[in-house]
């Protein structure tokens, strides 16, 4: 039995296309800059087949929509990662694994999991991976988004991978980690600038918790033990096994980059859920964290006791005192907003600028704008979205020879509901209220997705 008919994550712009396709010499309403040139590439929820029981928006397959931009002119293609679970429902002609919201198939003869790739993208040492946190990365080949396979660091890679690794801009090392519902609960990992994997630790945890995001600084790590958690004996009960618990505490651990376990340092704050991080820092003796915060999260149950006003992030930062032990948490924007993103040549380090999405006032999780924060006197710029238009993540390109921080262009999907078409929108990141300089139209509909990555020309010619 399927819910398509009920399900809004399976109508409207939601709803998966099926037909992959590419085409060259778009039409382009403005003019791209000619110095902005290289891909965009945005990750998403694609189902392949009608699913099996409730479908999650996070249950889909990935694919792919990437386009393409050179000379003032712009392509566009669309593929599905090409999983062993995406290519075992192909063969079969139906969906063969059931979603987050179903019990776990434990008689499923290819595994009771299947690995979507369908969260996020990450470039680093010359190759694109599609990323899903509970499984290992897929490698991409660019700029034909075809499918390489599995990428394991030649076999050294023993946990799950998360789908917002961090790269360091300065020295090109790419950290990661992995969590687990059985110990160890957390896993962390470096990879060297070349992609050599070279060390894995077990951070202890006290029980398993869903850990979508982290940040790094210059030389610290920072992992975030918050309490949507994990407990078979909730299953036993007739309770879900991931709930988020109220009574416990957010917990903070800052381990340095080379570190494990024996020296990471936990800081407590209040009870709240972060699934993404803007960018952390260090400043004199404290680390600086900047995330969306929630109060509480429902995200894959449907808990009507939650606190008003739960499921709503806002822009907030920590400050870590690693002399003192104290910490501080403050509210830096009351405007809900999500799917924040920096400058990525400034990851770990001290930023003015970071950008989001405006969430709509809707029970779906639409975006009618984009917000440009001013960190530095606590003003933000909105751009926002004309009438009926919903948009994704801002991914930042930057200017070749950029000479300060927002030198570049803000660059996202944007679909019409009124006339169901998208399209590919480039914002000046120095002037974000302003129209777009270019509104590339996109020969069919892109559905609302995930997280993207911009790939420069010179790294597109030293993909591997």
Request: include cysteine; aromatic fraction near 10%.
């Amino acid at each position: 039995m399927t819910t398509t008919a009920i399900n809004p994550y399976l109508n409207g712009n939601f709803a998966p296309v099926r037909e992959e396709i590419t085409t060259n010499t778009l039409k382009v309403i403005g003019e791209l800059p000619p110095d902005l040139s290289g891909m965009f590439v945005r990750n998403g929820p694609n189902p392949q087949w009608p699913p099996i029981g409730q479908y999650h928006w996070f249950d889909g397959d990935g694919m792919l929509h990437g386009v393409r931009i050179s000379n003032g002119q712009a392509t566009y293609s669309n593929r599905y990662v090409r999983t062993q679970g995406w290519k075992i429902e192909q063969a079969t002609g139906k969906a063969v694994w059931s979603g987050l919201l179903e019990p776990p198939q434990m008689d499923n003869p290819h595994g009771g999991y299947k690995n979507t790739a369908n969260t996020a993208l990450v470039w680093h040492a010359g190759q694109m991976l599609a990323l899903n946190e509970g499984g290992a990365p897929h490698a991409i080949k660019l700029p034909d988004l075809q499918t390489k396979g599995e990428y394991t660091y030649n076999g050294k890679l023993v946990s799950a991978f998360t789908a917002h690794p961090k790269v360091d801009p300065n020295n090109g090392e790419m950290m990661f980690f992995g969590y687990s519902f059985t110990p160890p609960y957390l896993q962390y990992s470096v990879v060297s600038a070349a992609g050599e994997l070279l060390q894995t630790v077990p951070i202890d945890l006290p029980m398993g918790v869903m850990m979508h995001d982290f940040a790094i600084t210059e030389n610290y790590t920072i992992f975030m033990d918050l309490p949507l958690t994990f407990n078979p004996e909730r299953v036993q009960r007739g309770e879900p096994m991931m709930m988020f618990e109220r009574d416990r505490p957010s917990r903070f651990g800052i381990v340095p980059r080379y570190g494990d376990n024996s020296n990471i340092r936990w800081f407590e704050s209040s009870p709240c859920y972060i699934f993404h991080t803007l960018n952390a820092y260090e400043d004199g003796n404290e680390v600086v964290l900047i995330a969306c915060r929630m109060k509480s999260t429902n995200v894959l149950n449907d808990d009507s006791s939650l606190v008003p006003d739960a499921d709503i992030p806002r822009l907030y930062c920590w400050r870590f005192n690693l002399s003192t032990g104290k910490i501080r948490e403050e509210m830096l924007d009351d405007v809900p907003a999500e799917f924040p993103r920096v400058n990525e040549n400034y990851v770990g380090q001290p930023i003015r600028y970071g950008y989001a999405g405006k969430l709509a006032k809707s029970s779906l999780p639409l975006f009618d704008g984009l917000i440009k924060y001013d960190l530095s006197n606590g003003k933000s710029q909105t751009h926002e979205f004309a009438h009926g238009c919903y948009g994704g993540e801002a991914v930042f390109a930057p200017r070749l020879d950029a000479t300060s921080e927002d030198d570049g262009w803000l660059v996202t999907f944007v679909h019409d509901e009124s006339t169901t078409t998208s399209e590919l929108v480039v914002i000046n990141a120095q002037d974000v209220t302003a129209e777009p300089v270019a509104r590339v139209l996109i020969p069919q509909r892109v559905p609302y997705g995930f997280h993207g990555s911009w790939v420069s020309e010179e790294q597109l010619r030293n993909s591997l």
